[in-house]
């Protein structure tokens, strides 16, 4: 008995030491998007669809595997940048042991589950999710927390970086060198994304294994990252497939699917759904006019059938909502910025609409603001200006609504008079309900009180009396949080909108007869 103990204490600690020993060969993986150099060319410059058509894009394509639009992203500057739920390549880093880090900027949402810790990431610095108190974006080589957040590393696992340079800039050779000087050198691999392609490179003499099939694309990078932790990679389709995406907001997206887009096959290519091309060489389009489809009918269907079955996937995606879950909990707030805003769902008697381009940049919103306050013709010719969001109530209760211009932990003592509101009226509708009240002038936030379903809504905060001609200004901070349970049983109909007003600045409530009720709060600073 007591030989067999030792003997499974023994074995218990050779185990231990194998993993041990097994993780410490574990290499780090440093990946460089380096959006300067991914930048969309002309169809007609091969190889135009190694990269994506879009920063952020190419971003998307690296950590899902999948091309963007089957991501769900569409364009850079609005609310289709942010990809669909899903499982990232920083969560397969991290469940295989790594110190998942995002570096540079993001871009691809703010709020759960859209922000980097919800995509996998142990740690970020980002100028547009870094600075949520102050709004104020930094430059991470100039930043005074960079020692910091490099010291808040762990460093006792292996490290899976993705540095994204972006508009600021950021050098990853120069961060890279900076995090040897401080902690010595790192093994492993260095992956720079070009537009010539993906480049491996070996650090301080790590001889590791290559993957074997080289990526095509972006999203077929995914796969060749994978093989490095031994991870299952995608299988590899007979074809690429390639989209400009960029479509206008307003316009369906059936109205582009073959728009825009190349089909690669063995030997052909398909653009736009109409002209077939054949390839010069493995990946390369011939020069040229473009054959007859008369003479060569049976590629173009393949090729037309392998566009039907990729749109299908990419459509599903593209008409995901991204909405933001809330309710989970009691008294966990969903903080909400412009900066995820979709398009407005004001609509004026006249059929027009207002604009809704988001923020994106956080520099804009506090320019916007400080416009509004001190320039009289800024104002003045300043348009109707809202978004919404679509959010996943997750359970059924009593939830509170804050709406803002400008939170209070943002504000400098300079900045105060931004948050002030001029008066008029506040409008907060979720879902088939709106709640209209007056405000007061100087007040600094409008909260009301509403009883939700369970359910996918949308909602949209905004004021009038900010602009001329008591043009719409959406409220580009919002909050809303679970309180507790319902307060009302009731049951309404479906239908059109229901409306409730208050002339009063004080707490009310009231019926609204549909699935939210509203209970009324204006509250000053």
């Given amino acids: 008995m007591l030989v067999k103990t030792v003997f499974l204490i023994c074995l218990k600690i050779l185990m231990i030491s194998s993993?041990?020993?097994?993780?410490?060969?574990?290499?780090?993986?440093?990946?460089?998007?380096?959006?300067?150099?991914?930048?969309?060319?002309?169809?007609?410059?091969?190889?135009?669809?190694?990269?994506?058509p879009g920063r952020i894009a190419n971003l998307a394509a690296l950590l899902y595997g999948k091309t963007p639009l089957e991501c769900g992203v569409v364009s850079d500057l609005d609310w289709r940048r942010k990809p669909v739920k899903g499982e990232s390549l920083a969560d397969h880093y991290h469940r295989a042991g790594y110190y998942t880090v995002f570096i540079g900027e993001w871009g691809m949402g703010e709020a759960k589950p859209y922000d980097p810790e919800s995509r996998g990431f142990d740690a970020i610095w980002s100028p547009e999710v870094g600075d949520k108190k102050t709004l104020e974006e930094a430059v991470f080589e100039e930043s005074r927390g960079k020692k910091e957040f490099l010291e808040s590393l762990a460093q006792s696992k292996p490290w899976f970086f993705v540095l994204r340079q972006g508009r600021r800039g950021m050098d990853g050779s120069k961060f890279l060198d900076s995090v040897t000087r401080e902690y010595g050198p790192r093994t492993g691999w260095l992956v720079n994304m070009t537009a010539a392609g993906a480049r491996f490179s070996p650090l301080?003499?790590?001889?590791?294994?290559?993957?074997?099939?080289?990526?095509?694309t972006i999203s077929e990078l995914n796969s060749a990252l994978l093989a490095l932790i031994g991870g299952k990679p995608t299988e590899r389709s007979p074809y690429i497939f390639y989209h400009q995406g960029g479509w206008p907001l307003t316009d369906a997206p059936e109205k582009h699917r073959h728009r825009g887009s190349t089909v690669l096959g063995e030997k052909f290519a398909l653009v736009d759904g109409l002209e077939l091309y054949p390839l010069a060489a493995p990946l390369s389009i011939s020069q040229g006019d473009p054959l007859d489809l008369g003479d060569y009918a049976k590629p173009h269907q393949a090729l037309l059938s392998a566009h039907a079955e990729w749109w299908q996937r990419a459509r599903i995606s593209i008409n995901d909502p991204r909405s933001f879950d809330v309710g989970q909990k009691d008294d966990e707030a969903l903080y909400l910025t412009a900066l995820d805003w979709r398009p407005t769902l004001i609509l004026h008697k006249d059929g027009s609409t207002l604009a809704s381009q988001p923020m994106v940049y956080q520099e804009r919103l506090l320019a916007t603001l400080r416009g509004l306050h001190d320039n009289e013709d800024y104002k003045q010719s300043f348009p109707a200006y809202s978004g919404?969001?679509?959010?996943?109530?997750?359970?059924?209760?009593r939830y509170q609504i804050t709406a803002r211009l400008l939170p209070d932990s943002a504000m400098k003592p300079e900045d105060a008079d931004l948050a002030k509101l001029e008066g008029g009226r506040a409008h907060i509708r979720l879902g088939l309900n709106e709640v209209q009240l007056q405000v007061l002038k100087g007040a600094t936030s409008v909260s009301v009180l509403v009883d939700a379903d369970q359910g996918v809504a949308d909602l949209e905060c905004w004021f009038t009396g900010q602009l001329s001609l008591e043009r719409e200004l959406g409220a580009f901070f919002v909050e809303i949080q679970r309180v507790g349970d319902k307060k009302f049983k009731l049951k309404a109909p479906s239908g059109a909108l229901q409306l409730w007003r208050s002339p009063f600045n004080h707490i009310a409530d009231a019926f609204n007869m549909a699935p939210a009720i509203f209970n009324v709060e204006s509250s000053l600073n």
Avoid at 34 to 50: H, Q, T, V
Avoid at 204 to 216: D, F, I, W
Avoid at 388 to 397: A, K
């Fill in 19 to 52: 993993v041990m020993a097994a993780e410490a060969k574990r290499p780090d993986v440093f990946v460089v998007v380096g959006d300067a150099k991914l930048r969309a060319k002309e169809r007609s410059s091969p190889p135009y669809y190694w990269f994506s």
């Fill in 204 to 216: 301080n003499g790590y001889a590791g294994k290559l993957p074997q099939e080289n990526p095509r």
């Fill in 388 to 397: 919404s969001w679509s959010v996943h109530i997750r359970r059924p209760g």
